[in-house]
């Protein structure tokens, strides 16, 4: 039996005396779209707040990209030009998906006449790796961090973010989308600055297995952790 270990550093601040004090800003609206008989599964899941949930973004068939399906994570307010963006994200890949993945665009709070959904209002950014042939199934789930750009590369207030899945070839492709959410700056964070603890299970050290508290202002631990700018 092989065993490897992990070193991880932990930096601990006392919240009240903090110079920088944060709050977590999260998307409250959503409406998605799809082209080619597709849907979104649960989607008022990506915007409940909550982390460890997820709406599933489906391709029931995507063919020389005439195939997408996308949604739209809307903030209540506009959000500052330069504010790193937030996307927590998984996707499933199918049995045979060629050249393509997961991409991102910045919404406006618009709606657009065509297609009765927000308004995009920047280009898409590819977040994924994009392998030329995807033959083994299973998970991988991201943090990516994302600012908003027009399509001249200059950074804009937007008002949320657009998810769309879409492939060269795929069938039966997933993406999941758990949450959106930014940092905002505040004088004085709302409610118990401590919060309630979250629990983690499971927790291994070197002889026992058990459970290990973390203050709610920790932020989510995420293999893969990307930043596409």
Do not use: M
């Not at 998984?90 to 657009?112: C, K, M, R």
């Not at 994302?146 to 937007?158: E, F, H, M, W």
Request: hydrophobic letters at 35%; a negative charge.
């Amino acid at each position: 039996v092989c065993t490897s270990y992990n070193n991880i550093t932990v930096q601990v601040y006392e919240v009240l005396s903090c110079l920088e004090k944060t709050e977590r800003v999260y998307a409250t609206g959503e409406n998605w779209l799809t082209t080619l008989a597709g849907g979104v599964d649960d989607p008022a899941k990506a915007i409940d707040h909550d982390v460890f949930t997820k709406s599933i973004i489906v391709n029931g068939l995507t063919l020389l990209g005439l195939g997408t399906t996308y949604q739209n994570l809307k903030f209540d307010n506009e959000i500052p030009a330069g504010t790193p963006i937030k996307i927590k994200l998984g996707q499933n890949y199918s049995l045979l998906q060629l050249a393509g993945g997961i991409t991102v665009a910045p919404i406006s709070n618009e709606i657009d006449p065509l297609t009765n959904k927000y308004k995009q209002i920047g280009p898409l950014k590819s977040i994924s790796e994009g392998a030329l042939l995807d033959l083994l199934t299973g998970p991988n789930i991201f943090e990516h961090t994302y600012l908003a750009t027009d399509y001249s590369g200059k950074q804009i207030p937007s008002y949320g973010v657009r998810v769309v899945l879409g492939s060269t070839l795929a069938i039966g492709a997933t993406a999941d989308v758990y949450e959106a959410y930014y940092d905002k700056i505040v004088d004085n964070p709302t409610g118990n600055p401590y919060g309630a603890d979250i629990t983690v299970t499971g927790v291994q050290n070197f002889t026992n297995t058990g459970t290990l508290k973390l203050n709610h202002t920790t932020q989510d631990l995420l293999y893969g952790v990307e930043d596409i700018g």
